[in-house]
C-alpha cells in the first residue's frame, strides 16, 4: 500500500476554546450545608475547517442547586483539531463522534473539577460517559440525517455527596 492510502489519525492540539463560571447567589451560597443536584449536559459537535483537519468541539455543561436556587453554573467547551485522513466515509462519522470526544473528555472533566475547586466548592468528577452509546442512539433517532456537521446530545443527572 502506498503511504497516501494508510489511515491517517493524528492529534493537533487540544485546548479550551471558551470557559464560564456563574455563581449568582454568591456569596450566600456558600453558607449552604445541602448537598446540591448536579445536572450535567454534554453536545458534541465536529467541523471538517482544512483537507483532512477537523475541530471537535466536546462542550459541557454543570449545573449545581440546592432547591431553586443556583449554586454554581461552568460551561466548558473542550476542543480538538484533529487529522483524519484516508478513512473510509462509514468509519469517518464513528472516529468523529466517538474516538474524538472519548480523547477530549478527560480534559474537560479535569477542567470542570478544577474550575469548581477554584470557586471555592468541592471538586466535582463527572462520571465516565459512553460516547458510543449516545452515538448509536443519535444515529438512530437521525437516520435521513447526512450532515457534515454531527451533533450528540447527552443530559446527566446526579446527586452529589
Given at each position: 500500500m502506498s503511504e497516501q492510502q494508510q489511515p491517517v489519525f493524528n492529534i493537533q492540539k487540544i485546548h479550551v476554546k471558551d470557559l464560564s463560571l456563574e455563581i449568582p447567589h454568591a456569596p450566600s451560597i456558600y453558607l449552604e450545608r445541602e448537598?446540591?443536584?448536579i445536572n450535567v449536559q454534554l453536545d458534541n459537535k465536529n467541523?471538517?475547517?482544512d483537507e483532512g483537519m477537523y475541530?471537535?468541539?466536546l462542550t459541557g455543561i454543570v449545573t449545581a442547586k440546592i432547591k431553586d436556587k443556583v449554586m454554581f453554573l461552568v460551561e466548558v467547551h473542550q476542543a480538538g483539531i484533529f487529522q483524519v485522513r484516508n478513512i473510509p466515509e462509514a468509519e469517518m462519522k464513528p472516529v468523529l463522534g466517538i474516538t474524538c470526544p472519548n480523547i477530549l473528555f478527560p480534559?474537560?472533566?479535569?477542567?470542570?473539577s478544577d474550575i469548581v475547586t477554584r470557586a471555592g466548592f468541592p471538586a466535582i468528577l463527572l462520571n465516565p460517559v459512553n460516547f458510543e452509546a449516545i452515538y448509536q442512539r443519535?444515529?438512530?433517532q437521525n437516520q435521513p440525517s447526512a450532515a457534515v456537521e454531527e451533533k450528540s446530545s447527552a443530559a446527566v443527572e446526579e446527586k452529589s455527596d
Open positions: 448537598a446540591p443536584e467541523e471538517c475547517f475541530e471537535v468541539l480534559y474537560l472533566r479535569e477542567t470542570v443519535n444515529q438512530q
